[in-house]
């Protein structure tokens, strides 16, 4: 098996994101298996990938993040 040196292995986790303008989607977030949510929410980073139902790929601005009610862990 090939190694990548930069990957750091991540699990899909499912969530309801409600954005400043009144949109709700249900979908997944990408999370490192020992991070919180929150703790994702809270790096540095201004945008995070999302999927949706229908497997299409959102990249979310946090700073149009209202609420991210995680479906359990």
Not at 24 to 43: K, P, S
Not at 53 to 62: D, F, Q, R, Y
Request: proline share 7%.
């Amino acid at each position: 098996m090939t190694t990548r040196p930069h990957y750091i292995p991540k699990v899909r986790f499912s969530c309801e994101l409600v954005l400043a303008d009144g949109t709700r989607m249900e979908g997944d977030v990408f999370l490192e298996a020992n991070v919180r949510m929150q703790d994702m929410l809270n790096e540095p980073k201004a945008f995070f990938p999302f999927v949706d139902s229908s497997n299409t790929v959102h990249l979310i601005s946090k700073a149009s993040l209202i609420r991210a009610v995680p479906h359990g862990r």
